[in-house]
């Protein structure tokens, strides 16, 4: 079983949809999460992290349940700018180094 | 502005041949790592280094080598490259209060 499980996607939807992604992790000792995004042939950048209370930030909503191991990201009226790659990340408490999910790919048409 | 770089951005090469991939950052970040990057597989961390002098392997160390003379460079050396080894290969310097990666713009390898 991976560490960090994504669904590939991809996400196909319309601009001004609202579209969510899961992820799931296995080692119940992770300290910290992150979405980060990755355009196509680019690097990862950090987008958000992610904190117990949940945190929003403008369109884009995250959410942390410890308990069921899932993360959650929420991105409101989508815009063709949105699309990309989302990567799940997590960190194990104890290690410095950060797992990163295969992530899931969105596509925002017209 | 604060970044990472890499050199070179795209390389084909033949098995065997030893090629080395620089990586610097100007952040005066003590902790750097490097990733390759492949489908359906995400982001695996090959070596990561907390300070200058100190290396260590990360999940697929198999086929590199790494050095960190100085605290801004971290070059990822391919001392016989093989054609499992083509990849997408990134650098990252991380930020010790917010945990942040900060990636170079990635070295598209290509070994034939």
């Known amino acids: ?110 | 502005e604060a970044q990472v770089t890499q050199n070179p951005r795209y390389l084909i090469t033949v098995t065997g041949k030893k090629l080395t991939v620089t990586c610097s950052q100007n952040m005066n970040h003590e902790y750097m790592s490097w990733y390759r990057q492949d489908p359906g597989l995400g982001l695996r961390q090959i070596y990561y280094s907390m300070n200058v002098e100190v290396t260590d392997k990360g999940d697929v160390p198999e086929g590199y080598k790494v050095s960190r003379k100085e605290k801004r460079n971290f070059p990822l050396i391919l001392e016989s490259p093989s054609p499992n080894q083509t990849s997408l290969y990134f650098c990252a310097s991380v930020s010790p209060l917010a945990d942040t990666q900060y990636f170079g713009p990635g070295t598209r390898l290509t070994v034939l």
């Open chain 1, 1 to 110: 079983r991976k560490e960090v499980e994504q669904d590939p996607g991809p996400f196909n939807v319309p601009e001004g949809a609202t579209v969510a992604f899961n992820c799931t992790y296995s080692n119940s000792a992770s300290q910290s999460f992150f979405w980060y995004r990755q355009d196509c042939r680019k690097e990862p950048k950090l987008l958000m992290s992610v904190y117990s209370s949940g945190n929003e930030d403008g369109r884009f909503t995250a959410q942390l349940n410890r308990a069921s191991q899932y993360i959650s990201l929420l991105i409101r009226d989508s815009k063709l700018s949105d699309s990309a790659t989302y990567l799940c990340v997590v960190k194990p408490r104890g290690y410095n180094k950060l797992i990163f999910g295969a992530g899931t790919r969105l596509a925002v048409h017209p």
